[in-house]
C-alpha cells in the first residue's frame, strides 16, 4: 500500500507547481484503486472466497428476503411477479444503505493513510462508496441473470431505464454517504442514531409497495422520500406499463444535488480540523 502510493507522487522538482490535469486524474486513479485493494484486504481477507464475499454477502441477504416474502405471499398492492418486486425491492435498500453504513466512523481507522500526501479525506469516503456500489450492483445483475435463466423472471422491459434509476439511487446514497461520514467525524451521535433511522427508513423506501397502490394522501407523504422516486424508476424498467410508477425527477435530483454539495462542504471542514495519527 505504502509502495503504491509513493510510486503515485508526482516527480516534479517543483513541489510547488501544480502537476497537469491528466497527471493528477492519473494520480487520482492510482489512489482510488489502492484505497480499494486496501478496503477489500482490510475487510474480507484473504481467506475462504476473499473479496467475492463484496457482492455474495449481498446477494445471501437478497435472497433470504425473497425467499420469505415469496413463502409468507407478502402483499405489495400489485399483480408483479413477487421474486422481481422482491429483488427490485431489497437491491434497492441495499445500494442506499449500505454506503452511509460503511462510511460513518471511517476517517478514525484511516486517520495514518492521511500522512501520504496524495491521500484526501474525500479519497477514503469515495473509496468505500465505490465499493458498496459494486458489491450492490454486480449482487443486482447477478440474481437478475440467474432468474431470468431459471424461468423466474422476465428480462427487463426497458435496461437503460433500469440503470438509470439504479444510478439515481446510487447518487442519493453516496451523497448521503459523504454527508454522514464526515459528520460522523465530529458527533458520535451520527453514527448512533444512523441504524435505527435507516431501520425506520426501510418501511417507507418504496421497497415493499408501489405508490400507485397508496391511498393519494400517502402517495403525497412518501414521495417527499427521495429513494423512493429511484425504485419507482427501476420497476417502471423492470415491469414497464405493468407498474404504474410515481416519481418526479424535479424534485429528486434537485434533492441529491443539494445534498452532494452540503457532503462536499462537510468534508472540507472536517479536512481542516483532521489531525493524521
Known amino acids: 500500500m505504502a509502495d503504491t502510493m509513493e510510486q503515485s507522487l508526482p516527480a516534479s522538482p517543483d513541489s510547488q507547481t501544480s502537476p ?8 487520482q486513479r492510482r489512489v482510488l484503486g489502492a484505497l480499494l485493494i486496501r478496503e477489500m484486504l482490510t475487510r474480507y481477507g484473504r481467506h475462504n472466497i476473499g473479496f467475492l464475499w463484496l457482492f455474495v454477502e449481498p446477494m445471501l441477504y437478497t435472497l433470504g428476503v425473497t425467499a420469505l416474502w415469496t413463502a409468507t405471499k407478502s402483499v405489495h398492492g400489485s399483480d408483479l411477479p413477487i421474486v422481481a418486486f422482491a429483488l427490485t425491492g431489497y437491491s434497492s435498500v441495499l445500494l442506499w444503505r449500505n454506503m452511509p ?25 469515495l473509496a468505500r462508496v465505490l465499493l458498496e456500489f459494486g458489491g450492490a450492483t454486480i449482487s443486482f445483475a447477478t440474481l437478475s441473470v440467474f432468474f431470468i435463466a431459471i424461468g423466474w423472471l422476465k428480462p427487463p422491459e426497458n435496461v437503460l431505464e433500469v440503470a438509470g434509476g439504479w444510478l439515481l439511487i446510487a447518487w442519493f446514497g453516496g451523497a448521503l454517504a459523504i454527508t454522514l461520514g464526515a459528520l460522523s467525524h465530529e458527533s458520535e451521535l451520527v453514527d448512533k442514531l444512523w441504524h435505527p433511522f435507516s431501520y425506520l427508513l426501510f418501511p417507507m423506501s418504496g421497497a415493499a409497495f408501489m405508490v400507485d397502490a397508496l391511498p393519494k394522501v400517502a402517495q403525497d407523504y412518501v414521495l417527499y422520500v427521495p429513494m423512493v422516486h429511484g425504485t419507482e424508476i427501476v420497476r417502471e424498467g423492470y415491469f414497464g406499463m405493468r407498474a404504474h410508477a410515481h416519481y418526479d425527477l424535479a424534485y429528486v435530483i434537485p434533492f441529491s444535488l443539494v445534498l452532494t454539495l452540503t ?12 489531525v493524521p495519527e
Open 20 to 27: 497537469p490535469l491528466s497527471q493528477s486524474l492519473r494520480i
Open 263 to 274: 457532503g462536499l462542504l462537510a468534508v472540507r471542514w472536517v479536512s481542516g480540523r483532521v
Open 101 to 125: 453504513g460503511r462510511c460513518i466512523g471511517a476517517l478514525w481507522s484511516n486517520l495514518p493513510l492521511l500522512y501520504h500526501r496524495n491521500i484526501r479525506v474525500f479519497d477514503i469516503y
